[in-house]
């Protein structure tokens, strides 16, 4: 018996972003459990600051796939040149770009909120994480580790 090309095509889908739908899954399970607890517990503080770790998981696997930054492995290869510097500039860093405005974004929340309250200190976790996979992008443009594929041959 033969599939219908939906079928197939949707299936495929599936398969080409079950790792952002699958991070995305437990990101939203952190954050439920996390409404629900306590901050001031072992769990609740668990929670919380799984919530910001996960938040960097997908944001990693998902803006990869839709930005790049020249020099990291782990982007994705743009196609084509644009004729204006800027453009070019901008395409070549948007990871950076990215990375940087909506850490901006999540500052700005932050220094608006009460850094002790429950949401305060997912968000201050948020930035933390921000910082370090703004680090971490900058970081594998120019240094490298041994037997990493990561790093730059």
């Known amino acids: 018996m033969r599939t219908s090309h939906l079928t197939h095509r949707s299936h495929g ?30 769990l609740g503080s668990f929670f919380g600051n799984a919530i910001a770790d996960w938040t960097g998981v997908v944001i990693m696997v998902i803006a990869t796939k839709y930005f790049y930054e020249i020099g990291s492995a782990e982007s994705r290869q743009p196609h084509g040149r644009f004729r204006s510097r800027l453009r070019e500039a ?13 850490g901006i974004a999540w500052l700005v929340l932050y220094l608006k909120m009460d850094s002790e309250a429950k949401w305060g200190q997912v968000v201050g976790n948020i930035v933390s994480e921000w910082t370090q996979l703004l680090g971490l992008v ?6 490298m580790e041994e037997k990493s594929k990561e790093s730059r041959q």
């Open 138 to 143: 900058l970081m594998t443009k120019r240094l």
């Open 90 to 102: 901008v395409r070549d860093h948007s990871l950076t770009v990215f990375l940087v405005l909506t």
């Open 13 to 42: 889908s599936l398969k080409n972003h079950s790792l952002s739908i699958a991070s995305l899954g437990v990101l939203l399970l952190w954050i439920l459990l996390y409404t629900r607890a306590n901050p001031a517990t072992h």
